[in-house]
T-cell receptor, first 112, second 115 residues
Framework: DAKTTQPPSMDCAEGRAANLPCNHS???????VYWYRQIHSQGPQYIIH???NNETNEMASLIITEDRKSSTLILPHATLRDTAVYYC?????????????FGSGTQLTVLP | DVKVTQSSRYLVKRTGEKVFLECVQD?????MFWYRQDPGLGLRLIYF???????EKGDIPEGYSVSREKKERFSLILESASTNQTSMYLC??????????????FGEGSRLTVL
């Protein structure tokens, strides 16, 4: 079973911030939080990852709560091309890949 | 940039046929993975490999086998294809250990239809 819980779908207006939540209450101390997205008919694409500090790159920001039990991916100015399924996973890269599971993700629809 | 290439984007096979799905990565990654993706079920891990000739079962290995004779190539084999194996198959690779970020690099997927 996936170790994360995400809402199945969300809508966001174009140009507004999209905030995608993820619960990972059983995360262990050495596990990172990773976010990927999958645009229809393509393979998933890495977005960002973090351990405990907030992270930002050219695509998004990742906010991790202090207890690390949940996180939020922020797309600051959503565009129509951000419409995709977003997956949140937790993993320690030196751990067993047997634990590298994806749930069903969140279908984000950006509305014009 | 890392490139993960899957040999076929679309395949149509008949029940009982042996099917090979090939995946090649060009970044010398230790880890390679095979997932299948079905509507409403997300990505499910079939098998993964952390080194040449090494493999481990994922969540749904039944009906599949894998081969990793060279570091860059990871093959998924359906010994006798069945209609319930109609799916999108995704290959991925990653660098092992703390030397890498653990980021997975995915191929574009192979859509298999078994008639």
């Amino acid at each position: 079973d996936a170790k994360t819980t995400q809402p199945p779908s969300m809508d966001c207006a174009e140009g507004r911030a999209a905030n995608l939540p993820c619960n990972h209450s059983t995360i262990s101390g050495n596990e990172y939080v990773y976010w990927y997205r999958q645009i229809h008919s393509q393979g998933p694409q890495y977005i960002i990852h973090g351990l405990k500090n907030n992270e930002t790159n050219e695509m998004a920001s990742l906010i991790i709560t202090e207890d690390r039990k949940s996180s939020t991916l922020i797309l600051p100015h959503a565009t129509l091309r951000d419409t995709a399924v977003y997956y949140c996973i937790v993993w320690f890269s030196s751990g067993s890949a047997r634990q590298l599971t994806f749930g069903s993700g969140t279908q984000l629809t950006v509305l014009p | 940039d890392v490139k993960v290439t899957q040999s076929s984007r679309y395949l149509v096979k008949r029940t009982g046929e042996k099917v090979f799905l090939e995946c090649v990565q060009d970044m010398d990654h230790e880890n390679m993975f095979w997932y299948r993706q079905d509507p409403g079920l997300g990505l499910r891990l079939i098998y993964f490999s952390y080194d040449v000739k090494m493999k481990e079962k994922g969540d749904i290995p039944e009906g599949y086998s894998v081969s990793r004779e060279k570091k860059e190539r990871f093959s998924l084999i359906l010994e006798s294809a069945s209609t319930n194996q109609t799916s999108m198959y995704l290959c991925a690779s990653s660098l092992y250990g703390t030397g890498g970020t653990g980021e997975l690099f995915f191929g574009e997927g192979s859509r298999l239809t078994v008639l």
